[in-house]
C-alpha cells in the first residue's frame, strides 16, 4: 500500500475594495454572465484540461500565463504534471460544476478575495477565492472529474489576457470516495455528534473538510463552517483528553496528532503516536495491534466505518520541522482484529 503524504439565488453583482490598494472590482456568478463570456471562461479551461488528458504536460504549461510559470518553473511542473494528468483519464470523465469572475477597475496591486456576485455565505453556490495582483479580468473554474474510487473536483484560476484566459493557478482535490462526500460525513459526524462520542465526530468532520478543499485561498460556505465547527471542537476537554493521551493496558499513551492520508484509492485515518517499544516491523506491528484493539473497542462506530488505520509511531516527539525523526507507520484492517 503506497502513501502519499499530502473542502442558486440570484444577486446583483457586488462591490468590493481592499484597504491595501483600494481596488475596486465588480463579481459575478455564473448566472449573472453574458453568454460570450460563459463561452471564453470555458474555451479556456477546457483547453487546459484536454491538455492534461493528452498527458501533454509541457504543452498544458506552455499555454499558462506567465504569472504560472514564474512561480512553477517546467522543470519543476513536469512531475506534478503527469501526476495530475493520470488523475485525468477522459473528456468524459469530466464535468462542470460552476465559474465566477471579478473585473477590477484599477489594476490591483495585491492579492485580493473575491466572492463572485453572492456575498451570501448560506448560499450553497458562495465561493471566496484569492486573485493575484496585476490582472484586471480574472476568473475562477470547477470541475468534477468522475472517476472511482476517488472522485476529485479541478479548481482554475484564470487571469484574461489579449481576449483570452490564460491559467494562474491550478488545484486538484479529492471530494469523493466511492460517492461519500463531504456532505456524508458531516451527516456521519452528527449522529457521532449524538452519541456523545467526540473523537469519532472529530475525524468525520475533518474528513468532510478534506472533500470541501479547493485550495489554498478558495473557500465554500460548507468550509467556511466546517473550519468553524472543528475549531469549537478543538476547544472542547472531553476531545482534548481523547485525542492526547491513550490508557491501555496500564500504559499512558501519548497522542501526538490525528491527520488523514491520501492513497491512490482511499483517505485514511493517521494516528501518530509516541512508541513504548523499540521501532521495527515485530514489535511496533505487535504494539499497534495493542492500540487497535484498544481503539476499536472505544470506537466501534468510527472503525467500522473506515475499515483501515495507519499508526505511526516515533520514538521521540517530532519537534523540530529540519530534524529527521525515525518512524514506523504500520495499516491496520478491522479484518485483523483478533
Known amino acids: 500500500m503506497t502513501y502519499r503524504l499530502l473542502i442558486v439565488f440570484l444577486i446583483i453583482p457586488i462591490i468590493g475594495h481592499s484597504q491595501n490598494d483600494f481596488a475596486v472590482g465588480v463579481g459575478y456568478d455564473w448566472s449573472q454572465l453574458e453568454q460570450k463570456d460563459k463561452d471564453l471562461i470555458k474555451q479556456s479551461s477546457d ?45 468524459e470523465m469530466i464535468e462542470f460544476i460552476d465559474a465566477k469572475r471579478v473585473v477590477y477597475k484599477t489594476t490591483p496591486k495585491s492579492s485580493l478575495f473575491s466572492t463572485g456576485g453572492s456575498i451570501d455565505k448560506s448560499n450553497p453556490t458562495y465561493l471566496q477565492f484569492y486573485t493575484i495582483e496585476g490582472i ?13 474510487p476517488l472522485s476529485r473536483v479541478i479548481a482554475l484560476k484564470l487571469g484574461l489576457e489579449e481576449n483570452e484566459f490564460m491559467l494562474t493557478r491550478f488545484d486538484i482535490n479529492t471530494c469523493a470516495i466511492d460517492d461519500k462526500d463531504a456532505d456524508y460525513y458531516l451527516n456521519i459526524a452528527r449522529e457521532w455528534e449524538n452519541n456523545n462520542s467526540q473523537f469519532s465526530r472529530f475525524v468525520a468532520l475533518n474528513m468532510a473538510y478534506r472533500l470541501s478543499y479547493l485550495g489554498q485561498g478558495t473557500s465554500t460556505s460548507t468550509m467556511i463552517d466546517l473550519t468553524k465547527s472543528i475549531q469549537e471542537l478543538q476547544k472542547d476537554s472531553v476531545l482534548i483528553t481523547e485525542i492526547k493521551k491513550w ?15 491520501e492513497t ?75
Not at 292 to 297: Q, V
Open 47 to 91: 483547453k487546459y484540461l484536454r491538455k492534461l488528458v493528452a498527458n501533454d504536460v509541457e504543452g498544458f504549461w506552455e499555454l499558462c500565463h506567465p504569472d504560472f510559470k514564474r512561480v512553477t518553473p517546467l522543470s519543476s511542473f513536469k512531475e506534478m504534471g503527469k501526476i495530475i494528468s493520470e488523475m485525468i483519464p477522459t473528456m
Open 264 to 338: 491512490k484509492s482511499d483517505i485514511t485515518p493517521n494516528i501518530i503516536y509516541l512508541s513504548k517499544v523499540p521501532l521495527g516491523e515485530e514489535s511496533t506491528k505487535n504494539e499497534v495491534k495493542i492500540l487497535f484493539k484498544y481503539f476499536s473497542e472505544k470506537y466501534p462506530d468510527l472503525v467500522n466505518e473506515f475499515k483501515k488505520f495507519v499508526f505511526t509511531a516515533y520514538e521521540e516527539y517530532p519537534v523540530l520541522p529540519t530534524k529527521q525523526y525515525k518512524m514506523y507507520r504500520v495499516v491496520m484492517d478491522v479484518d485483523e482484529l483478533e
Open 136 to 148: 484586471i479580468d480574472q476568473s475562477i473554474s470547477l470541475y468534477k472529474v468522475k472517476v472511482k
Open 247 to 261: 490508557s491501555v493496558n496500564d500504559s499512558i499513551y501519548d497522542i501526538i496528532n490525528t491527520d488523514l492520508i
